[in-house]
């Protein structure tokens, strides 16, 4: 059998081969709501023909009834289809397992947590993402409770373990506040941010100056999908409440309790006055203001065009700093497919970065090092 002879600056060692063929990246989806649906469809859309994603392998999913699990990769389609039809995962593939033994069986390298977590403590978030890290992996979450509740331990967990912890989307949904704050703006002080950071009070409030009743604009909301499962978790000021406490424990010490964040619910109670205002081509808006000693919510008055009359589902944030000036960061702050864009931005970060450590490993020992509970699972379903 003859052939063209390939280039000599194209023929590579077999350390090289294998360092640029890397199989999938194992990943577990925890929770399959609206948000985690929506990444799931943009993993299968960037996928290859044969409907596989080209960099992750979904070895598992998990709603709050079950799992379904395979270490070939499960049928995201299918499981998208079968959700929203059906509301569960039960079916061909669905599983006993519960995290810690998928876990330790299918030795995922990225875990991606998107369950609700109670507000007060946290959980099940919290345990989600400590397993996950104890267990070598690393975590993309957009999970409020455990960063708002208990960020000391879930970062200390990640530094112990050498593992990503992301949690962009927890704050400002594709807007990269938290990414900003615990990178460049670091060093530069920053004494005070003032925003809007919650979609939905944001897009309630819009409505009702547009004169519509209380009862509809939260429906249109729902409707939207741009609430929590539960619209009262945002309209009360609990979520903005969270959001302004993992801003603040990013940024300053003592870590502020998320229950001591005075706040200003949004009611029917408001529904005149916002009617009023509106009348008058003014709306009222939550503001949230983090502080080195602490956070509250307040109402502001503020006229149509105002720089803080935002459309619908926006965030804005001010960072006031010592050394950089003022900075002002907007975009879309809530919905499925904000949230969704942004965890996927961070899932491609974190499996670059998985990417470049297993090149260059294999560059310089001619093998790929894989953790001992994964070996035997790569050698099976390369």
């Known amino acids: 059998m003859t052939g063209r002879t390939a280039p000599a600056d194209s023929v590579r060692s077999p350390a090289e081969a294998g360092a640029a063929e890397l199989p999938p990246h194992r990943l577990v989806l925890v929770g399959f709501g609206r948000v985690a649906r929506a990444l799931a469809r943009r993993l299968v859309a960037s996928g290859r023909p044969d409907g596989k994603s080209a960099r992750f392998r979904v070895v598992a999913v998990f709603d709050s009834r079950g799992c379904v699990a395979d270490p070939r990769g499960v049928a995201l389609d299918e499981l998208i289809r079968r959700k929203e039809r ?23 390298q990225i875990v991606v947590e998107t369950t609700w977590s109670e507000p007060r403590p946290g959980e099940p978030g919290r345990r989600h993402i400590l397993s996950a890290l104890l267990a070598g992996a690393d975590v993309v979450t ?39 704050i615990r990178g460049p703006l670091r060093a530069c002080g920053v004494t005070r941010i003032e925003g809007v950071v919650n979609g939905t009070t944001q897009f309630v409030l819009g409505r009702l100056a547009d004169g519509v009743s209380w009862a509809e604009a939260v429906a249109s909301a729902v409707q939207e999908g741009i609430t929590e499962p539960d619209p009262r978790h945002d309209l009360d000021g609990h979520d903005a409440a969270m959001k302004a406490a993992i801003l603040h424990n990013v940024l300053f010490a003592p870590p502020l309790d998320p229950r001591r ?3 200003r619910p949004v009611d029917a109670s408001i529904q005149a006055r916002a009617h009023r205002l509106g009348e008058q081509g003014r709306r009222l808006v939550v503001l949230t203001e983090v502080t080195p000693d602490g956070a509250r919510l307040r109402w502001v008055e503020v006229d149509r065009g105002d720089p ?37 931005a961070e899932l491609e970060e974190v499996a670059e970065a998985r990417e470049r450590y297993r090149r260059s490993t294999t560059l310089r020992t001619g093998a790929t090092t894989l953790p001992r509970s994964g070996r035997a699972l790569a050698e099976a379903f390369p």
């Open 86 to 108: 059906t509301g569960r995962l039960e079916g061909p593939g669905a599983t006993v397992w519960d995290l810690d033994t998928v876990l330790r069986d299918l030795a995922p």
């Open 142 to 180: 957009s999970n409020k409770g455990p960063l708002a509740r208990h960020s000391a331990e879930v970062l200390e967990t990640s530094r112990m373990m050498g593992r990503e912890l992301r949690f962009g989307t927890t704050v400002g949904g594709i807007v990269p506040i938290l990414e900003s």
């Open 261 to 263: 964040v005075a706040r």
């Open 308 to 344: 803080w009359d935002l459309p619908s589902a926006t965030n804005r944030f001010v960072i006031e700093t010592e050394r950089a000036g003022t900075l002002t960061l907007t975009g879309a702050g809530a919905g499925p497919e904000a949230t969704a864009a942004g965890l996927l």
